[in-house]
């Protein structure tokens, strides 16, 4: 089997698991009859002038977005026995711009909006500011994972990690082998979120004006070079992980984890593996 390390990775979705490489992806969910139902899809390649360092980390976002929102509808109509469900471009696009939109307003403007209550400026105002957009993201992360659905779908996150770990580890994929893996992983898309909130803070302190209102634009204009430098400092930390400098890094988002990720039952495992093989076939 062709080692595909550095493009192995993946998500959880509605009783089951996607993964993902270079050129391909894979779901496999869980059927009410127990069994399990897998699709393949190819993935067109982005042109290469999209994937060069900083600027392939916006766009493998958008990628992924779309990516994720088709693998998650597919898996709903499997648990209602329905037939699959071709999402249009449009609702592709309302659906991302919506999720962008749903950012714009929890992680930029209501911190923004309650730091400007305080008499502070420049680096203290980023500072704060940046607090209370990783409160605001724990505080909705643990909510939402009280959740009886979405303590399911943590279980196969949890899953999907194991399943990573012990592939990257060139174990045999079988779950008393898979067992012994943890469920966190430093190249976990809450990691990344994790990252780019923190970096988001350095960035911003770097905006020098006295109208709010340029504050707050910039703080959007710049999400696309905060994502980029976020993406290769997660790929830096998946790659290095055993260096100390990326382990302080990828602490805060592997701590998160303890929220994102949970324990899978042994058939969660075995969703996780069916996916991870047939995409490496």
Avoid at 149 to 156: A, E, G, L, M
Avoid at 181 to 201: A, M, Q
Avoid at 216 to 236: D, H, N, Q, T, V
């Amino acid at each position: 089997m062709k080692n595909k390390l550095d493009v192995v990775g993946g998500q959880a979705v509605i009783e089951g698991v996607l993964m993902k490489s270079k050129d391909r992806y894979a779901v496999a969910v869980r059927l009410p009859n127990k069994k399990i139902r897998v699709k393949l899809k190819k993935i067109k390649p982005l042109p290469k002038i999209l994937t060069i360092p900083f600027l392939r980390g916006i766009t493998t976002l958008i990628q992924i977005l779309i990516i994720g929102i088709k693998a998650l509808t597919w898996s709903a109509n499997q648990q209602e026995e329905e037939e699959d469900e071709k999402l249009s471009g449009l609702a592709i696009i309302g659906t991302i711009a919506l999720s962008f939109f749903f950012v714009i307003i929890f992680f930029i403007g209501i911190p923004f909006f309650i730091t400007k209550l305080f008499p502070i400026k420049n680096i203290f105002f980023t500072t704060i500011e940046g607090i209370i957009r990783l409160g605001i993201f724990v505080a909705y992360v643990y909510v939402i994972s009280l959740m009886k659905d979405i303590k399911r779908v943590f279980q196969y996150h949890g899953a999907e990690h194991m399943v990573v770990h012990a592939f990257e580890a060139k174990k045999s994929l079988t779950v008393k082998n898979i067992r012994k893996f943890s469920t966190k992983h430093p190249r976990c898309g809450t990691s990344f979120i994790f990252i780019v909130l923190i970096i988001s803070i350095i960035v911003f302190s770097l905006i020098y004006t006295e109208h709010w209102y340029y504050k707050l634009l910039w703080r959007i204009l710049l999400l696309p070079i905060i994502a980029g430098i976020s993406f290769e400092i997660l790929k830096l930390a998946g790659k290095f992980r055993n260096n100390i400098v990326m382990k302080i890094i990828s602490a805060p988002g592997l701590w998160i984890q303890n929220i994102t990720t949970r324990k899978p039952t042994d058939r969660m495992i075995k969703v996780a593996v069916v996916a991870l093989k047939k995409v490496l076939e």
